[in-house]
Structures are given as C-alpha cells and as structure tokens.
C-alpha cells in the first residue's frame, strides 16, 4: 500500500484511493457571502441568491 | 406545526420550505448548533433554545434531515447526584425525542444513521439483490480489476488529509494486489453496469433515475465523480414492480420512512448498492420534474 497518509495504525485501503475533492480556495469561501442570503422566513443564513437555470426541454 | 430538524446551511430545506409557505403550512426549522432546554409550563413540555420555544404537543409532524435535537444537560458538583441526574436528563431527552418521534414524520432522528453493512445484509433477506462483499485485512482472496472497495462509514468527504484541503473517498476499483495488511476493508465484486438507478423512497413510493454513467471513464464506477463537461444523461424510470416491493420490505424493516437508494441494472437484475436516508435529491428531482420538494411538503 502505497502510504499516502502517514498514521501510527493501519488503515483501510480505501483511504489509497483517496481523490482530491475541490481546492478550498477564497473563492469556495467567501461563495458563502456572495451566492447567499441571510432569511428569517426560511430560518437561514444559507438562501440562495440566484436559482440554477433550467434547460427549457427540462420543462416540457 | 411541523418540525424540521436540519442544519443551517442545508439547501434542500430550503427547497421543501419554499412550498410549505406556498402551501400555507407553518414550521420551525432548527439547526444543528442549537441547544434546548427541556422545561414544563401548566404541566405542559416545552423546549427552549436561544433561537426557538415550543410545545410538543403543538408539534404536529416531524421531519428529520439532518443535525438533531441537543439538550443543555445541567452539572451536579456530588458525583453520585451528577451521575444520578445525567441519567434522569437522560431519560427526559429520550422522552421528547421518541414522542416527537410518534408523530407524523420523516424519517427519524434515532435510527438516521445506517450501518452499510447491515443494510445489505436486510437487503438480501427482503430478497433484493446484492454483488457480492466481504470484509479482509489483505488482498490474498482478492481478484484485480474485478473488485471494488469503499468507505464503510458514512462520511466521506476528509478535510486537511495527505495533500488535500478536501480529500473523497468514491468507489474505487482494485487494480493490484497489496504485499501488506491493511485495517478491516469493504470489498464488493464489481458488477459491470448497463446504467445506474437512482431511487428516492417516500412513504411507500418510489420515483428513479437511470443515470447513464456507464460510457464515461469518469463516471463508470461512481457517477459522483461529474463530468461538468458532458454531463451523463439521466432520464425517468420506472422499477420493476418486484424491486419496488423489495425495496418496500427493506425499507420497513429499517423503520426508514425516506432516503435515497443506489441500484446498478445488468441485463435482467437490479443489484441493491446501499441506502441513503439522508442523500441528496435536489439534482435529479430537477432534471425529472419530480418536485420531490413538493412531495415532503405536502406529506408533513
């Protein structure tokens, strides 16, 4: 098993496979104060701003 | 009123309360860093946090996505009394959890958490089919390129590991053997796959997704790996009848009213993946104008 990840016990080799999921960049952190809205109708600080659009043949 | 237990940031709750207020049905959401306080008013219970207060018995539904109720649990300075009260709160927590839980609801707070490995042990006693899998310590019994591993536990997105900021552990295929022994692994025979189906199981009801993964490097063994490029093409399906009422019987025996389930179709069998009570479905309710957020609103 190739040792990617150093650790004192062994662990699955599931944890080999291990990918790269998405760099946390400013961007991915400060997306938070940018895409969304705080809202006490919804009880959240988490409503997005915009809605995905949706291909028009998706509607038929 | 009906009770959402979720987390702030969470957007298919947002979704479902957008069509709870277009219904006209009122709610109280209540996030996962929220602590109660079990209190009596008039003999009747109530729970306190700094963001909410309400009467259980003015709750008349319950959806558990995500998070859960947190109690405040007070310190006593005598370590009998303290271990004495830690119980009785204990049982008061208990108390108003399984009571909330006998009420109309979504799934539920207690069993939300599912163990793979027993699932699949249900899911062949309900009679559904399942590739084969087993658990080893080294790759000796292993055959390469025809087996896959993945996470046992629940949570598989790990912060801050190796060279990641964000490291995920998706289905993985073995391509060679391992000289040394490693910690207790998940294998499953690897099943080639015509498309994949996804399901996602309200109350008896089933709405799928084939989701054609299978002509995509990048998708072939885990569909969540998108491609943002040439997105896999995902359509309506329709179950047989027989995997339906499998899925039914499974669902029953794990006492879970909701979830998503993962299906592979190969010639004429469906194998059962796993079951996510807590999945996301937001994606392929859209692409199949499911409006599965419409359906939790209207069921609670």
Redesign the interface.
């Known amino acids: ?1 190739k040792k ?2 150093k650790e004192k ?7 080999k ?8 960049s400013t961007e991915i952190q400060n997306s ?1 104060k940018l895409n ?1 809205l705080v809202s006490k ?8 701003r915009i809605q ?1 659009t ?1 291909p028009l043949v ?2 038929l | 009123m009906i009770l959402i237990l979720s987390t ?4 298919t ?2 979704e479902v ?2 069509w709870l ?1 277009a219904l006209g049905k009122a709610f ?2 209540i ?1 996962e860093d929220e602590l109660f306080e079990i209190k009596v008013y008039q003999n009747r219970i109530f729970l306190q946090s700094q ?1 909410n207060r309400f009467f259980i018995e003015d709750i008349t539904s319950v959806w558990y996505r995500r998070g859960g109720l947190q109690f405040m649990r007070k310190e006593y300075d005598n370590p009998s009394i303290n271990a004495y009260m830690n119980e009785t709160q204990y049982w008061l927590e208990d108390y108003v959890i399984k009571m909330l839980e006998t009420k109309k609801h979504i799934n539920k707070q207690s069993n939300s958490h599912l163990n793979k490995l027993l699932v699949l042990e249900q899911a062949k006693k309900a009679g559904l089919k399942v590739p084969e899998y087993y658990l080893a310590e080294n ?1 000796d019994q292993l055959i390469v390129n025809k087996t896959i ?4 536990a629940e949570n598989i ?2 912060k801050s ?10 289905t ?1 295929l ?1 391509k060679e053997k ?9 294998f499953q025979e690897m099943i080639e796959k015509d498309f994949e189906v996804r399901a996602f199981y309200l109350h008896g009801k089933i709405w799928a997704t084939a989701i054609f993964s299978q002509n995509d490097k990048k998708t072939q063994l885990d569909h969540r ?1 998108y491609n943002h490029e040439i997105p896999n093409r995902n359509v309506r399906y329709n179950l047989p009848k027989e995997v339906k009422e499998k899925t039914h019987t499974l669902m029953q025996q794990l006492d879970i009213n909701c979830g998503s389930i993962d299906f592979i179709k190969n010639k004429n069998d469906f194998y059962f993946l796993e079951i996510n009570p807590v999945g996301q479905f937001l994606g392929l309710s ?2 199949c ?1 499911y409006l599965l957020e419409k359906e939790i609103a209207e069921y609670l």
Do not use: A
């Not at chain 1, 109708?41 to 997005?48: G, I, R």
């Not at chain 2, 702030?8 to 957007?11: K, Y």
């Not at chain 2, 591993?149 to 046992?152: A, E, G, L």
């Open positions: 098993m990617k990840l016990n062994k662990l699955p080799l599931t944890l496979y291990i990918e790269n999921f998405r760099d946390v938070h969304y109708e919804y009880q959240t600080d988490f409503l997005m995905p949706k998706r509607l | 702030n940031q969470e957007t709750t947002n309360v957008k207020k109280i959401r996030h963001r790759t591993t993945k996470s046992i997105i790990l590991v190796g060279s990641f900021s964000e490291g995920i552990l998706y993985s073995i391992e000289r040394e022994n490693f910690f207790i692994t998940f790996k859209s692409i104008n």
